[in-house]
């Protein structure tokens, strides 16, 4: 998420660096997801361009993971039926 904010002064998760804006940033950000298909974000942040792009980019991700589950979901039901449909034509 914080590589994809594609922030001006990036911030780095390594955790050796301790970077100071990292710690500011897991202390300052909020997730809530609602259901499968609504979550809120809560960012404090003193420079509005970057709380607007680290936003953006947490919801960016969030509608990823969704699809990505989403679609895993799919070809699960997909599979299962198919098993099922074979089945029922051996017996008949």
Known sequence: ??????????INTNPDARDPRFEKFRKSVFTSTKSKE????????????????????I???????????????????VSFLDSQIKSARKRL
Not at 38 to 57: D, H, K, M, Q
């Open 1 to 10: 998420v914080l590589e994809a904010a594609k922030l001006k002064k990036p």
């Open 59 to 77: 919801q960016e991700r969030f509608i990823e993971d969704i699809g990505e589950t989403s679609q895993a979901e799919s070809i699960k039901t």
């Open 38 to 57: 609504l979550f809120s974000i809560g960012l404090t942040w003193e420079n509005e361009e970057e709380c607007e792009r680290l936003v953006e980019a």
